[in-house]
């Protein structure tokens, strides 16, 4: 293969990567506002949108592993086809958590809210910001805004963990609101595992740069 027509399909890969990206942080941002709005047929439209990223991500797997076999790339170009798988798994892993937010909004139904909800939607907001500028970071081989991403991971635990402190004195409080209150620990769970997620693509983004693995990667 000519070098000019494996460059173009190395860049469709990314471009292709860039388009799951945005997938996924739809559907980030719409399983909150269903939870929020308790609106069951965005949720149930997230839930099986899910399949769509899901095939997303597999195309783009098979795409990289074909270049790589075919074109035995070396080096830069390399580590540029495996970051791209890794972070194709990581964004399919958040639709996953996406999906189980619209789910955990579908199971609550139309039951009174236990608490106004402020703070898991600040965590979705981070989460989703955080993934906006590691892509970013990915796009501009940017090792800085992929370490202040990493950094970044530390709110939203400080975050997840008043929510859970929060949730833990409700049920302690009345017995009665055990179920609801699981039901937002189980939310903002799935958002700190976005969040945790996305520092892996910032670590993978250094990992491409540099060729230098971290250890801080979570799985």
């Not at 139904?109 to 898991?120: R, T």
């Not at 400080?158 to 929060?166: G, K, M, N, S």
């Not at 409700?170 to 009665?176: K, Q, S, V």
Request: charged share 30%; hydrophobic share 45%; glycine share 4%.
């Amino acid at each position: 293969m000519p070098r000019a027509e494996f460059d173009r399909d190395l860049q469709m890969v990314q471009d292709d990567l860039l388009m799951m990206g945005s997938m996924v942080e739809k559907a980030i941002g719409r399983s909150l506002d269903a939870l929020k709005n308790r609106d069951m047929q965005m949720a149930s439209e997230v839930v099986r949108e899910d399949d769509i990223i899901d095939n997303k991500q597999r195309e783009i797997e098979e795409r990289c592993i074909d270049l790589i076999a075919t074109q035995q790339p070396m080096a830069v170009d390399l580590r540029v086809l495996v970051t791209v798988i890794h972070l194709a798994s990581e964004l399919e892993r958040m639709g996953d958590y996406a999906e189980g937010i619209a789910k955990i909004c579908m199971m609550i139904g139309d039951e009174p809210p236990l608490k106004p909800l402020i703070d898991i939607p600040r965590m979705a907001n981070m989460a989703s910001d955080m993934l906006r500028r590691s892509l970013d970071a990915f796009v501009n081989r940017d090792v800085v805004s992929s370490m202040v991403v990493r950094r970044d991971d530390d709110d939203i635990d400080a975050l997840y963990e008043q929510v859970y402190r929060e949730l833990l004195t409700f049920m302690l409080g009345d017995p009665a609101v055990i179920r609801r209150a699981t039901y937002l620990l189980w939310t903002a769970h799935n958002i700190e595992r976005i969040a945790d997620r996305t520092t892996n693509i910032a670590e993978n983004v250094i990992y491409m740069v540099t060729g230098e693995r971290s250890d801080d990667a979570t799985a």
